[in-house]
């Protein structure tokens, strides 16, 4: 089955604590990206990676750190969470970025 | 980099009726437009796209239509019914960064 798989779903901190979170695709695409929703604000994208070993700043990157060292895998990580960054995150893949992003099922993170 | 405004925020119709909902962009490079829905609790879900050699684009009840001279979008739901309710969500991109728009609450009364 073609999918998007995220882990963990759901993540208690607290400030500082380093965290990752993962993402892999099934369906060979070239496109990745991570993106937070919070009330009122839509999606917002942090950063997305066209291809291997190639990542890019979205809009908004501060806090946050990503790799993409295999074409399935582009992990999220938190190096010293703040409160701010509670929230829940989506990462996605597409062929290329004009093509429908198929979503992960989200992790809802909270920092204390 | 892209700007993209969404409205109205929340959206009430009648079981029956037609919703719409509007968003502006503001890189006129942009060339791509889709739209998701998200239902309550679940992940977002491509529902329509255009891209911007063409004017119009219908699929059963949801249709998108792109004004490129304007930069703004808009998604038209017709005979609405019950599961229409989600949060609905525009985007805009021309290279390698999608924007998304706020996202509209649609709520469907019976």
């Known amino acids: 089955e073609a999918q998007v798989t995220q882990n963990p779903r759901y993540l208690i901190t607290v400030t500082g604590k380093k965290l990752t979170v993962t993402c892999s695709q099934n369906?060979?695409?070239?496109?990745m990206s991570w993106y937070r929703q919070d009330p009122g604000l839509g999606l917002r994208q942090i950063y997305y990676?066209?291809?291997?070993?190639?990542?890019d700043k979205g809009d908004v990157p501060e806090g946050y750190k990503v790799s993409r060292k295999e074409k399935r895998n582009f992990p999220l990580i938190l190096e010293s969470p703040s409160p701010n960054q509670t929230s829940l995150y989506f990462c996605?893949?597409?062929?290329?970025?004009?093509?429908?992003?198929?979503f992960g099922p989200g992790t809802r993170l909270t920092v204390t | 980099g892209e700007n993209v405004e969404q409205h109205p925020s929340t959206l009430s119709v009648q079981e029956g009726d037609s919703a719409v909902i509007k968003c502006t962009y503001s890189?006129?490079?942009?060339?791509?437009f889709p739209w998701y829905k998200q239902e309550l609790g679940k992940r977002p879900q491509l529902i329509i796209d255009?891209?911007?050699?063409?004017g119009e684009k219908k699929d059963q009840r949801i249709a998108v239509t792109l004004n490129k001279t304007a930069k703004h979008f808009s998604l038209h739901i017709t005979e609405t019914q019950p599961e229409d309710s989600a949060v609905y969500f525009c985007?805009?991109?021309?290279?390698?960064?999608?924007?998304f728009g706020a996202g509209t609450t649609v709520t469907v009364r019976a």
């Open positions: 996605a893949s597409s062929l290329q970025t004009n093509h429908e992003q198929y």
């Open positions: 369906m060979n695409h070239e496109y």
């Open positions: 990676s066209m291809n291997v070993e190639v990542t």
């Open positions: 890189d006129s490079a942009s060339n791509y």
């Open positions: 255009i891209r911007s050699n063409v």
């Open positions: 985007a805009a991109t021309g290279d390698y960064k999608l924007s």
